[in-house]
């Protein structure tokens, strides 16, 4: 049996971690606990024709841990359960780096490493922050894992990412891999849900601190309008990202006539039809 877990900013270290179904059951936890949080503000915004409600909730912080936690949920049908997974549940953290036509889906990470491979859906990454003065530059080292259920039996799928904390400090190697930066510290649960009508239901909860020198309050202030913010990047960075995948317009090329072949001067060769070539944008 695992030993219970309970999620908040303090940091393990890479021999102290929790194991993987220890780490899931606490994420469930906080998840489910997100009912009796205080609500908060819901944004609206609006793409296209497409409209967009991100319900926010908080909670302060309890004894033991140095934060509140901070929740966000929203419903989505532009992109498909697969395109979700795709970006949150793999390779969360390069996702999180990588530039499409310029969109970012954090626009302030600027390097991401991967320090440890514990399993096919446990890693530990580090991730440099990068903001415009006077702040400076911030790291976060986290272990993320993945899980997914459903999908069998026309069972709909539910996908949850858990990022703790962790301190590399007892390990000289893995801590070499580490950038320079102030040292902030998070942990989050996101959750994606499909349902029978193709709607993904997206819900994350957040505890950090930045680190540094950053007061607290300011800190605990600015998160609902930032967590707000983070769908609204990823939604963008998917769209660019699709819009990237697509054939650009057919070219014409026009090849060169093949040598004649000598023939009386009132008989001429054929034309030969021009190929036609497709370029893709890269992703």
Known sequence: MSKEVKLSINPYTPSTLPTEQALIDAGKAILESINSFKEGKTFKSMKGQTPYRVKTSSKPKQSGNEAGWHARYSEHTEFTFDQFWEGLGRNKATNEQQRVSPKSFIPEVDKVTLVKTISPTQSIWTMHYK?????SPRVFTVLQVTHLTGGENGIPRE?????????LSEDAELKAKEEKGARGRYTS??????DDSGVVK???????????????FIAEISIPGQIYKDVMHFLEWMRKKEEALKPTPTDQVTSPMPA???????????????PTTTETTPA
């Open 131 to 135: 903001f415009p003065p006077p702040i």
């Open 202 to 216: 997206w819900t994350m909860a957040t505890s950090s601190t930045p680190g540094g020198n950053i007061p607290r």
């Open 260 to 274: 004649e072949t000598p023939v009386t001067p009132t008989v001429t060769g054929p034309d030969v039809p021009a």
């Open 189 to 194: 649960v996101e959750q994606l849900k499909e």
């Open 159 to 167: 996908g949850c990412i858990i990022s703790v904390p962790v301190d």
